[in-house]
């Protein structure tokens, strides 16, 4: 009798996003044994040329970014070794407000129903056992995030949920310290005031909503090298400038919030395959 490997299949907006939330956890499933599939939904065209030309900008050519960041998502891809890497291609939208966003072709205007049916024929056939998004405000208001989850969660509506779902967050006991590395290496940073009239979405969790603390430290290395393979936006992935040591004790630790479980594992858990094995 084949057993089939346990898999896990991440949904992610752009090039990129795959190392920054769950890189740790797609390295370290990776070398368990586990079969890892990343499925990316937008080309990343609305990222920086190289020398860091904005979109917009005269030397921005989207078609020549689309397929740099290609090359750069397959680099990352092999430095996480992602098993198998499935690609939506919808035309990135841009941060929020951008004309981008309602380009013809764009991902957050593409109807989800439409786009949910493309997914679920890869969650029918690669069967994973755990999927995981983001929450419902794509964890920092991004339209293309905001739709990622959208679209996972209407898949998974359609295909019948897999034994376990996760939103990557993060700790709100953090954010202070992710703020003071921030402004340390030089980027603007201020804290989401919560007591504002309005405050605007609020990135991650209070500790005690998180219900899964992913360990990753041991693949620190790998995570790093995964996002320094998207050499072309490293202008605005500032975790580059403080080495693999540094990144190692910032970012060596994965959260999530789980939204669907088969398994019965208690919570809190420190595995995202807790129940599974």
Known sequence: MVVRPLTLMTVHAHPDDEA??????LARYAAEGITTVLVTCTDGRCGDAPGGVKPGEPGHDPAAVVAMRRDELEASCAALKVTHLELLGYAD??????????????????????AA????????HYQPDVVVT?????FYGHP??????RVTMAAVALTGSPAKVYWSTAPRSKMEEFG?????????WQEPDASAADPGPQIGLPDDEITTWVDTSMFGAQKFDALAAHASQGENIFFLRMGKERFTEL??????VRVHDSTGAALPEDDLFAGLR
């Open 20 to 25: 920054t939330s769950t890189g740790g956890a």
């Open 93 to 114: 939208s841009g941060m929020m407000g951008w004309p981008t966003n309602d380009a013809p072709g764009s991902f957050w205007t593409t109807p989800v129903a439409e």
């Open 117 to 124: 049916q493309r997914l679920a024929e890869l969650i029918r």
């Open 134 to 138: 983001y929450d419902e405000n794509g």
């Open 144 to 149: 293309d995030h905001i739709q990622a989850h």
């Open 180 to 188: 003071q590395v921030m402004r340390e290496f030089g980027v603007e």
């Open 251 to 256: 970012m060596g630790l994965e959260t999530f």
